[in-house]
């Protein structure tokens, strides 16, 4: 099996000039950089994780704190973000929370007993006890699409995104409109708290009763919420779901009663996951770039750890209103 020394000899350079490129360190000449890595590409080389690891003092680990019930969103997120650290020479550990306090602390005992280079948070932990771990080890963290404190986070502005989403139905002429949200968690707040605003600006009352609320972003709670809300009388002409899953959700439910979309009910979601544009009819919704999050998180989270980005900053992205066929104006 080749190894640094053979890629040395056969380039006739030293060791430690081949493991300064494959580890990604700086002051190597370009031009034996290029030649370095045209060799390791044709022979296949591998740099043994072991070694590495015992040499370094790294594990080349980064754990992803996900849900066990994991949504459309989130499994292309995280998708991206494993492409970008392997890019990087990490391995990815994930580690599933479901929406209680037992299963945070199992989180967090397996966390201690991981030995990590650093840390990716997509799903929003709720205990104190895990963030005050990760401040008294200093274990370099970043969230994806919140922020916590302190830690660094990638995101858009939640509020401002669904502000710009209920004016987008208010233009259209829309004064009933229903919000569907989902769990206790601080970007399904900062939406209610855009939808809110919204209506205020244009004058609509505030009215807590068109408020629904789903245990889950899923289209099957999506369904569930929109059958409640019919059974209520349909006293609204379209809806605003937090996430594209609970909008098409809605929409399948709105459907299967005879209501027409966007005939009789207007909806818009929150996300544009990949899906979005193949509903029928395809969903007005607000733009995350998914991509641009996924892989500034992993680019974040790797200046931490090589210690090259110091200052620990947030990062908010652009989003755009994505409008489709979904809504149109008040019947």
Request: some cysteine.
């Amino acid at each position: 099996m080749i190894g640094i020394k053979d890629i040395a000899k056969k380039v006739g350079m030293s060791p430690a000039t081949v493991s300064r490129v494959i580890n990604g360190k700086k002051h190597v000449n370009p031009q034996r950089r290029e030649q370095i890595l045209k060799l390791i590409e044709e022979t296949g080389y591998v740099p043994n994780k072991a070694a590495r690891s015992m040499v370094l003092q790294r594990s080349y680990t980064v754990g992803i704190v996900i849900p066990t019930t994991f949504n459309i969103f989130q499994r292309q997120l995280f998708s991206i973000m494993e492409k970008r650290l392997e890019s990087f020479g990490y391995y990815t550990l994930f580690l599933f929370v479901n929406f209680n306090t037992e299963s945070e602390t199992e989180c967090l005992n397996r966390l201690k007993a991981e030995k990590l280079d650093g840390f990716i948070m997509i799903h929003e932990i709720k205990s104190p006890y895990f963030y005050e771990y990760l401040e008294s080890v200093n274990l370099p963290v970043v969230t994806a699409t919140f922020r916590y404190g302190s830690i660094p986070g990638i995101h858009v502005d939640e509020e401002k995104a669904a502000f710009e989403a209920i004016n987008h139905l208010v233009n259209l002429g829309h004064r009933k409109i229903n919000l569907l949200v989902g769990g206790d968690f601080s970007f399904s707040k900062q939406r209610m708290e855009g939808y809110y605003k919204a209506l205020g600006a244009a004058g609509i009352e505030r009215d807590e009763r068109r408020v629904f609320l789903a245990r889950q972003y899923t289209m099957e709670y999506g369904i569930n919420a929109m059958r409640e809300m019919l059974l209520r009388g349909r006293d609204f002409t379209a809806l605003f779901a937090a996430t594209d899953e609970l909008a098409i959700g809605a929409i399948r439910a709105l459907r299967d009663e005879g209501v027409r979309v966007p005939e009789d009910v207007s909806v818009i979601g929150f996300d544009d996951i990949e899906i979005a544009n193949y509903t029928v009819p395809r969903l007005t919704t607000i733009h995350q770039p998914i991509t641009e999050i996924g892989e500034e998180t992993a680019l974040a989270l790797h200046r931490q750890i090589n210690g090259s980005n110091p200052v620990k900053q947030d990062r908010t992205l652009s989003y755009q209103l994505s409008i489709r066929e979904s809504t149109a104006r008040v019947p």
